[in-house]
């Protein structure tokens, strides 16, 4: 009786989910005649900026390694034990840790990795995971988990971890003067900065190793490190794939709407200095326009690129959504018709996983020798 209890309530529930599950979205295909229509900036306005990301190349960073283990649960002699192992289907788990480029807000300023990195031999593709720093784990975990399990080995995976924020909102929040304010603001401006060096410098490690192919490394970046992700897409030509996950450009615009932890930062400051909402954004301006996607317009490769993102954002503007595309080149684009957390659920089974499929085929499709091979046939 039970199963047929179960079995009345699952017809019940499939109807309710394709009507009302998190699968709606606009899907965009990438466009080269649009593309060719895409803003390319200026040499004289992107070098002062692209400058800001330089670093010396020639300085690999020294990478340690040792074995990661994770906890698991399992039964023996009839009884549930916990154990650590540090190996998970066919890829070895690893710890790879190496100095951060500068202050990237980390415990030591230095940059984590779990790495699962295939026991199969020859090369293999990599891609690279970004977490949204010191907030939710279960975007950067499910993907990383999900690339690691269909690939069978012939994928290794980075996952970059997060110990703190990237961002000291709490810190802006409680600035006694403008001054102050200016320095914490500043200081979350580089930290970005850093993260996209340090991205640029795993690779450099990466490229290096045997069983990775360089011609093959991909990156995602969720919310918070989208920015980071859309900036790597743009100055980081080795990458031949990257997936922009509810991001958008303008930060400054972002900063100046986005409600949580940025809102009450927001909120303490109006009313501390009594500032009105366009000169906090004036001052965001001044310090977070150098990280505008949109100054860099024309460096990405839109074949490259997808960006996923929700239609009804309320903290990544429209405007601020669409610039990030221009600058992309237009790239392809699957936007969630719901807001910011509930596009989320499109990773889920309440969205039937619809943005996990997404985010696998593009990944499929750019990190397959095919691929590579048609362009280089261009």
Not at 52 to 58: A, D, H
Not at 61 to 78: A, D, F, T
Not at 209 to 222: K, M, N, R, S, V
Request: proline share 6%; aromatic share 12%; with cysteine.
């Amino acid at each position: 009786m039970r199963l047929i209890r179960a079995g009345l309530a699952w017809f019940a529930i499939v109807p309710l989910l394709l009507v009302f599950g998190c699968t709606r979205n606009i899907h965009t295909d990438f466009n080269p005649g649009k593309s060719n229509l895409a803003a390319v900036a200026s040499d004289a306005e992107k070098t002062p900026y692209v400058e800001l990301f330089q670093y010396n190349r020639k300085e690999r960073p020294e990478v340690k390694q040792r074995p990661y283990g994770i906890k698991h649960r399992y039964l023996r002699g009839g009884k549930w034990h916990w154990g650590v192992k540090t190996h998970i289907g066919p890829h070895h788990i690893r710890l790879l840790e190496f100095p951060s480029a500068g202050d990237n807000g980390q415990l030591g300023n230095n940059v984590k990795v779990r790495f699962y990195q295939s026991k199969r031999p020859g090369v293999k593709s990599l891609v690279i995971v970004l977490p949204i720093y010191g907030s939710y784990t279960y975007p950067t975990e499910e993907i990383a988990a999900g690339i690691r399990e269909r690939s069978g080995g012939s994928t290794n995976v980075a996952v970059f971890l997060a110990d703190n924020f990237l961002l000291d909102f709490e810190g802006l929040a409680e600035a006694k003067s403008e001054a102050e304010f200016m320095r914490i603001a500043r200081q979350m401006q580089q930290r970005i900065i850093t993260s996209v060096i340090d991205i640029q410098r795993f690779i450099d490690w990466a490229e290096l190793q045997p069983d990775i192919d360089a011609e093959h490394i991909g990156l995602i970046g969720f919310s918070m490190s989208a920015l980071t992700a859309s900036l790597a897409a743009l100055l980081e030509p080795r990458l031949n794939a990257t997936i922009i996950t509810m991001g958008a450009g303008h930060p400054y615009e972002v900063l100046t709407v986005c409600p949580g932890r940025p809102g009450r930062a927001r909120d303490s400051i109006l009313n501390r200095f009594n500032w009105t909402t366009a000169e906090y954004r004036q001052r965001m301006y001044e310090v977070f326009r150098p990280l505008d996607p949109e100054i860099y317009a024309g460096l990405a490769n839109p074949e490259s690129v997808l960006m996923i993102d929700a239609h009804y954002d309320e903290c990544m503007p429209a405007k601020a959504r669409h610039s990030l595309w221009k600058a992309l080149g237009y790239p392809e684009r699957v936007s969630y018709l719901y807001s910011h957390k509930k596009a989320f659920l499109s990773m889920t089974p309440l969205g039937f996983y619809s943005m996990r499929r997404n985010i696998y085929r593009f990944f499929d499709r750019r990190l397959s020798s095919s691929t590579l091979l048609a362009e280089r046939s261009k």
